[in-house]
């Protein structure tokens, strides 16, 4: 055969191979929807009562064809109150779902709330009045170094902000004793930041955490071996206005935030309550909703929602099982032309140097970056 012949013929197979995979994605995709609606009578109410199906059960598909599932969310029941704790959302702590979970529900503009790394006095307390003027319900990662400081009086008023955040109705998640790169610590240590930090949160509020966020999206897999034997789960974010290098620039916060809700439809915002431009990006990121509402109202377009953070992690929970079938159901199909990615465990997160962990998970590519600086 000459060269011409073989390029031809190379390229031929390649076509068939691509058009073979585009249509096994396809198929699993629509399996997907089918499993979802068939079995989940509340999500098929759910889902006729507001936007259409399709954007709901959005994939995405990585260079092997691998289906990487975005799944559906059930619209939280906003009348009943949510139980504490609640029951597991991703009870094997897998870092892709805590991924999912922080993406929402696609194109639903549905806006979450977190903050990380206090109670911190002076900032944290400062938030707290405007959220609760706001009527939001967020989510607070802590580092509970502060709970147990020799300096007073910052320990006691890292302890009452602690209690005033469960009062007015937000969560609290570990974030570890001290805020550092878990894949980089030895495994006793990797314990003692995350269960002291438990013991410290539990001694102030009477509850253990079961929410966990690795600072700087940073984990090993002996880390989520530990979460998952602590039936811990993960919840990560998808919107990072890298605050902390936005130092005093409220506005620049408040913009960042902005453009990302913008780009993605909506999705689980990270801010830091520990600095001052951070807490102070708040009321501007509201006022925007507000008056960016106003005009998709004129305009007969849906609104951005802000949701109510537990009550979120209860809807969600519906949603994972729609996940897994349709991850399930996608790996089959996938499993004849990319056996070897799909075999592959997802969990790898945003791994921290000299990890050992080699299974780079696809999905990975498009989760945001960690804030590896953040303090
Ligand atoms: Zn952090």
Not at 158 to 187: E, F, K, M, W
Not at 265 to 282: E, R
Request: glycine residues 6%; aromatic residues 6%; contains cysteine.
């Amino acid at each position: 055969m000459g060269r011409r012949q073989q390029r031809a013929a190379r390229r031929s197979q390649a076509l068939a191979f691509r058009a073979v995979a585009l249509l096994a994605v396809g198929a699993a995709v629509a399996t997907g929807v089918l499993m979802a609606l068939s079995s989940h009578p509340r999500a098929r109410a759910a889902l006729n009562l507001r936007i259409p199906l399709l954007p709901r059960l959005l994939a995405t598909v990585d260079d092997a064809g691998h289906v990487e599932p975005l799944g559906v969310v059930v619209p939280p029941d906003a009348a009943r109150a949510p139980s504490w704790p609640p029951p597991l959302l991703n009870p094997e702590a897998r870092l892709r779902w805590g991924w999912d979970l922080s993406l929402g529900r696609p194109g639903a503009r549905e806006v979450l709330f977190t903050f990380d790394d206090g109670p911190n006095p002076g900032t944290t307390d400062r938030l707290l009045p405007m959220l609760s003027r706001a009527g939001i319900h967020a989510a607070f990662f802590v580092c509970g170094w502060r709970l147990e400081s020799s300096e007073e009086p910052l320990r006691s008023r890292a302890r009452q902000i602690l209690r005033d955040i469960v009062a007015q109705g937000h969560i609290v998640g570990n974030h570890t004793v001290h805020h550092l790169v878990l894949p980089q610590l030895p495994p006793d240590r990797v314990r003692y930041e995350i269960e002291h930090n438990a013991d410290l949160i539990e001694e102030v509020l009477g509850e253990r955490p079961h929410l966990f966020r690795p600072p700087y999206g940073a984990y090993s897999e002996d880390v989520r071996r530990h979460l998952v034997a602590r039936g811990n789960e993960l919840w990560m974010w998808s919107i990072d206005p890298h605050d902390y290098l936005l130092v005093n620039n409220a506005e620049g916060v408040a913009q960042a935030v902005i453009t990302a809700l913008g780009n993605h439809a909506g999705g689980t915002v990270l801010l830091h309550d520990t600095h001052p431009w951070s807490v102070a990006a708040v009321p501007k990121i509201l006022r925007w909703l507000d008056t960016e509402n106003a005009e998709r109202a004129l305009s007969h377009r849906a609104p951005y929602v802000i949701l109510d953070a537990p009550h979120y992690l209860e809807g969600a929970r519906s949603r994972l099982p729609q996940i897994i079938a349709a991850e399930a159901d996608a790996s089959a199909a996938a499993a004849h032309h990319a056996r070897d990615a799909s075999a592959a465990e997802p969990t790898t997160g945003v791994m921290g140097e000299g990890d050992t962990d080699a299974s780079a998970d696809p999905g990975d590519a498009a989760a945001p970056a960690a804030d590896r600086d953040a303090r």
